[in-house]
């Protein structure tokens, strides 16, 4: 007997896949925290290499490729953060850093976006990130591609433009958690399951956006991400 539901279910929210007419479904967004040193610096943040942390987005902030990001209310401070983007096909918990890159199934471009007024205030009080980090539109991102066409990136430029001048850029080589090991670091925490993503951290260079700002995204590799702040 089909389930039957008092209102109706939520729409799957879904990101394109790079020349296929097929979408990925997006389940949870993992990203994690300060994960290149130089960025953890200007943070204000010692990066020798502690345990990674994360924090989460839910599915809805996704924003793809072309489509514009409204600038969020109740901030003055919306900072841009550039990132690759892991998606996990297969799920598993307790994964082995040697076996984690089997359970992904691409890789894309995404941005971090962060009211960061809101972030300073929670963590002057010891509160969740929620509202700094978890708002609408949050996580815009670009289509994926699957790993049998652009393999596991390790290395390359990862680059943010803003209005076509050079604003963030590191190399996936600085990562300080490594993708298998943060794939594998992750699944202690929680069960991993087919549709996760995870930002996989971004590094020094991030800064306040406006209305009207148009951003791009690059990570070498894979397609670029252009989202207009409106």
């Known amino acids: 007997m089909s389930a039957e539901f008092v209102i109706d279910p939520p729409q799957v929210n879904s990101i394109p896949v790079e020349g296929d007419a097929r979408r990925f479904a997006v389940n949870r967004i993992f990203c994690v925290g300060r994960n290149y040193a130089d960025h953890a610096r200007e943070m204000g943040h010692d990066p020798d290499r502690e345990p990674p942390f994360f924090f989460m ?53 995404g941005l971090d976006m962060t009211r960061r ?18 708002f609408d539109q949050s996580a815009p991102c670009s289509a994926l591609v699957p790993v049998s066409k652009c393999g596991h990136p390790s290395k390359g430029a990862v680059q943010l433009f803003v209005n076509n001048e050079l604003r963030q ?24 399951e087919a549709g996760d993503l995870i930002f996989s951290g971004t ?28």
């Open 57 to 109: 987005k839910p599915a809805t902030t996704v924003v793809t490729d072309g489509k514009d990001m409204a600038y969020p209310s109740l901030s003055n401070d919306v900072h841009h953060e550039i990132e690759m983007v892991v998606a996990i096909g297969k799920g598993g918990s307790n994964i082995s850093p040697e076996k984690a890159l089997d359970h992904v199934w691409g890789y894309g471009v």
């Open 203 to 230: 590094p020094a260079g991030v800064a306040a956006v406006k209305k009207g700002d148009v951003l791009k995204g690059h990570v070498a590799g894979l397609p670029d991400l252009t989202v207009r702040i409106v």
């Open 169 to 192: 850029e590191g190399d996936l080589n600085q990562l300080i958690w490594n993708v298998p090991d943060t794939i594998a670091y992750l699944s202690t925490l929680f069960t991993l």
């Open 117 to 134: 007024d809101l972030q300073g205030e929670a963590k002057k009080m010891g509160r969740p990130w929620d509202t700094g980090k978890a």
